[in-house]
């Protein structure tokens, strides 16, 4: 019974040792996971600030390519800039020898130049020397001249006295038949420049009298027809209010036209203008060709000042604009352009002096005018 007690003693005691060993493996387990986890993170930490360094060495990377891309550029235009000075250098050195060629036939010559200047010095003593003994007898043969000059002087001073004045009088002679001849030329010619000057004021005479007639039977016949057209436009015209000749002028006052303060046709003014266009279509063909008419249309205005913020800087430019679109019109309807033109006058033509609304109304107005080019 004592033995068998001791056994299960024995067993019963195990049992803890084992738990305690179990217990000591557990901890030393999740030590090692405890660090595990740690070095974990700390290489989590450090292989996030490889990576931002990897970053800003990708960055600097790409910035150097960069670099180094312009610096290729610059290497190429400086091999460029290099070529081109080599062929500088190689033309240079060309002219370099060419020029030390020049400069050795240039030596050699002057070396020669020297040899023949010594050779002259040494001839030039000798002459010298020659030249004092002749200086020496010409002394001797001078005063020996200057004897016989005087002897020979006063013989030969009549003499030439009598020749000079016997040249100088056929001179004289000369120089009086040339003139003669001369004078005879110059009547002459003043005779034949008389009888064509008399020819040519005749013609011209008789031109001027012929364009004088011309100018006058133009004139004539542009008032027939300008009187013929200005009778039709006033038959056509007839009772519309605002609407008059005066004297080579037919007369549009602008609101016949024209809005206040536009150059925009109205509805009324385009009724008015094709009836204008078919008159003058009508006696267009009665118009002989060789007269060059033209139907000159007047924009002119009143001397108010333009209204500001408005679309016309000027009554100029409002008076222009106007003239331009009642040429236009006319066109459209199928009058010629060539026998249309458009002229501006702003406020510098008013048609009375005084300042009131009437006055304005009258100066401003589109004029029509049949003339010539």
Do not use: C
Request: a positive charge; proline letters at 2%; charged letters at 25%.
């Amino acid at each position: 019974m004592a033995l068998r007690r001791r056994g299960v003693a024995a067993t019963l005691d195990a049992w803890p040792g084992y738990v305690d060993a179990l217990s000591t493996l557990l901890m030393v387990i999740t030590f090692v996971l405890l660090v595990f986890v740690l070095a974990q993170a700390f290489l989590s930490v450090k292989l996030s600030r490889k990576d931002t360094q990897l970053q800003v060495l990708d960055r600097q990377i790409a910035q150097l390519s960069d670099m180094l891309s312009l610096e290729k550029s610059r290497n190429a235009d400086l091999t460029l800039a290099v070529a081109g000075l080599n062929k500088q250098v190689l033309a240079a050195e060309g002219e370099r020898d060419t020029l030390r060629k020049t400069v050795a036939a240039d030596t050699a010559k002057l070396q020669q130049d020297e040899a023949a200047a010594s050779a002259a010095a040494a001839n030039n003593a000798a002459l010298s020397a020659q030249v004092a003994d002749a200086a020496t007898e010409q002394k001797s043969a001078a005063a020996r001249m200057a004897m016989l000059e005087q002897a020979a002087d006063a013989a030969t001073a009549s003499r030439d006295k009598v020749n000079a004045d016997a040249a100088q009088i056929a001179l004289l002679n000369k120089q009086l038949e040339q003139l003669r001849l001369q004078l005879s030329a110059i009547s002459n010619d003043l005779d034949l420049a008389q009888k064509a000057n008399t020819s040519k004021t005749a013609t011209i005479k008789d031109l001027t009298q012929k364009l004088n007639v011309a100018l006058a039977d133009k004139v004539e016949e542009l008032k027939r027809y300008r009187s013929e057209f200005f009778g039709r436009l006033r038959a056509v015209l007839k009772g519309v209010k605002g609407v008059q000749i005066v004297g080579d002028r037919f007369v549009f006052q602008s609101e016949v036209l024209f809005p206040v303060d536009s150059a925009e046709l109205s509805a009324s003014g385009k009724a008015q203008l094709r009836k204008l266009a078919k008159t003058i279509e009508q006696i267009a063909p009665e118009i002989p060709a060789k007269l060059h008419w033209i139907l000159r249309v007047d924009g002119h205005a009143d001397p108010q000042p333009i209204r500001e913020n408005g679309k016309y800087l000027s009554n100029w430019e409002l008076s222009a604009e106007r003239a331009i679109n009642v040429v236009r019109y006319l066109t459209a309807q199928g009058v010629p352009a060539d026998h249309l033109a458009a002229t501006a006058f702003g406020d510098t033509q008013p048609l009375v002096p005084g300042h009131t609304a009437a006055d304005y109304a009258r100066d401003r107005r589109i004029e029509l005018r049949l003339t010539d080019r």
